[in-house]
């Protein structure tokens, strides 16, 4: 039995923050029903890299395993009657409309609270649902734009890079994850079910508590060097040097050890303050030329019998292909109807009572339509009525 089983949970969420924290909600053993337009959630059209797959492109693969889907025009008189029977029965509900959609849906909290006082209402947004900023769109790139993350590593005098993954929309929708959690543990003890919001401008500055706090508490600014050191608040060298090969990162390692690793006499007297604050540009350039005469595997010899701190720059075949990650079953793999072998990251958390699991890949859009209704109580006769109106779509597998 999973940790969430009998948990009911509506995910009316698009894109990826919503949808991924629906989903780590469905590995644990929650229903979770995706509500969805008639044409199919936004995700669907909008494919990653291109790769559109047979009938479902890898970026809604991804991110809806363990799901239902229940397509429905919330617009029409009979799709509004379809969410509130659903709302009334229901654990968790997650929407990230732009502000004020829900109410124009009638999905706001105080409607769907007044049906369902015990629902978990989890509400996502790019800055919060009021405020100056409200109405900007919440895009990933946008928010670690406007964090300040970018300012912290890379060259003085270039352009700030972002990260190489949806970091902010990552960070969302573990916090949602979080938050949904909480509050159903809160109902638990009281019976109380209440409102979680969560936006992504607060859940990506919250993720830099120590660098935010360094600036708030130390007052010490960001000050980026000349050289692509890695981070404004840890001494050099911290970073990525350039082998005969390949690359390799290097982290926080002691000088002597250092020196005697590469070779690299220059390095051993060092003092770690002022050669690792006050001239990181010049401390770090002393260790990519040193890097620079070994290979990437002889290097890291070297550096590991010294125990100094460093490790191999992967690209994702790399990964997918390391032992480590093969030990623990990062990735999963299952047969999909549509879309064949899947093999995909799996389930960070291991629970030794009560494992996640996978059910179901991604669903079809309106895959479960007749199911989910049939279950809240619909006829055949009504769902058929609903589907010949337009409020629903039925697609079978």
């Not at 946008?142 to 912290?152: E, I, N, Y």
């Not at 595997?297 to 480590?324: I, N």
Request: hydrophobic residues 40%; proline residues 6%.
């Amino acid at each position: 039995m999973g940790i969430l089983d009998g948990y009911t949970v509506l995910d009316c969420s698009i894109a990826m923050a919503g949808p991924f924290a629906a989903q780590r909600l469905g590995d644990l053993g929650a229903d979770v029903i995706k509500v969805e337009p008639i044409a199919g959630e936004w995700q669907r059209h909008a494919p990653a890299g291109g790769i559109t797959g047979n009938r479902i492109n890898v970026s809604f693969l991804s991110l809806n395993r363990n799901k239902r889907s229940l397509a429905v025009d919330l617009k029409s008189e009979g799709g509004k009657d379809v969410m509130r029977r659903l709302v009334e029965n229901a654990d968790v509900f997650i929407q990230n409309y732009r502000p004020g959609v829900a109410s124009r849906l009638g999905v706001d909290y105080d409607t769907l609270s007044a049906l369902n006082p015990r629902l978990i209402y989890v509400s996502m947004s790019g800055y919060g649902e009021d405020g100056p900023h409200a109405k900007r769109p919440g895009q990933d790139l946008l928010l670690q734009a406007m964090s300040g993350a970018m300012l912290s590593t890379g060259r003085k005098g270039e352009p700030p890079q972002a990260a190489g993954q949806y970091l902010v929309d990552a960070i969302t929708a573990y916090t949602a994850f979080e938050g949904a959690l909480a509050a159903l543990l809160h109902r638990e003890r009281t019976g109380e079910g209440q409102k979680v919001e969560v936006n992504m401008l607060d859940a990506i500055t919250t993720l830099q508590m120590q660098e935010l706090s360094v600036f708030t508490v130390g007052q010490k600014p960001q000050e980026r060097s000349a050289e692509p050191h890695a981070h404004v608040y840890i001494r050099a060298p911290y970073g990525t040097f350039a082998t005969t090969d390949g690359f390799i990162a290097l982290a926080m390692p002691d000088f002597p050890g250092l020196a005697r690793a590469l070779e690299a006499p220059d390095l051993a007297g060092l003092d770690e303050m002022t050669a690792g604050w006050d001239d990181r540009d010049a401390t770090f350039a002393l260790v990519r030329d040193a890097i620079a005469k070994f290979s990437t595997q002889d290097c890291l010899s070297r550096l590991e019998a010294e125990g100094v701190w460093a490790g191999p720059v992967y690209g994702y075949a790399d990964l997918v292909a390391d032992p480590q990650i093969a030990h623990n079953g990062t990735f999963i793999e299952y047969d999909h109807p549509t879309e064949g072998r899947i093999k995909t990251p799996g389930f960070p958390i291991r629970f030794s009572r009560s494992p996640s699991e996978l059910r179901r890949g991604a669903p079809l859009t309106g895959e479960h339509s007749d199911e989910v209704l049939r279950a809240a109580g619909y006829s055949d006769e009504e769902i058929a009525a609903l589907a010949e109106a337009g409020a629903i779509a039925r697609c079978a597998a």
